[in-house]
């Protein structure tokens, strides 16, 4: 696993240097993002303007590699605006070397990594924004082998991991998967997490 760094500031590339994290390479290009199936692309917010930033995302829509963005000043709008645009990852540009670890090492195992008071907050938010009607209906929507999926979703755990534990094809979690998105009406994993808080089902152990 390669970790990219795309930054133009010299405080953030010498935090990121202080820390030596292994096999960080530094980049200033956003506009030609290149990383292989595996590596993790580290993108510091602040060095570059916002349309530029969200049409390099756009562009790399496809990609095979996960993409996390690191800001001096994280706050839960950017962070929802930019898992809407399929980043894997949102941090505090000066978080130190072990949660810095943990990022590439979850997004590396294609799980997700999200400020836990952010998460909160998305959460607290969603919890409050529906009807008990909306969440029977939306719930019935949900086959149970969806349901399971879903679930396994919110505790972190990988396509490769949910496979093995559901006994079926990772292609076929991922098929589930975009049907799960479709019926919720939800774009990736960290709105399904808390469409799942709205719906009253992390609470819930059944599957």
Partial sequence: MTLYIYSKSDSFRSHISTLMLAHATFRSDLDNIKAAAGDVVLIHGDSFAEQNLTEALRDSATRSY??????????????????????NGYCNAYMAKAHYEQLALMLQSGQS????ALLSQALSVAHTSVRPEESHEQLLELTSRQRQIALCIAEGKSNKDIAEECGIA????????TQIFDKLNVSDRIGLVIHLKK???????KR
């Fill in 199 to 205: 719906l009253n089902m992390l609470g819930s152990n």
């Fill in 170 to 177: 990772e292609r076929t979690v991922k098929s589930h998967l």
């Fill in 113 to 116: 990594w999200f400020p836990p």
């Fill in 66 to 87: 996960a993409v996390a963005i690191a800001e001096e000043f994280p706050d839960l709008g950017k962070m929802l605006r930019y898992a809407n645009l399929g980043v």
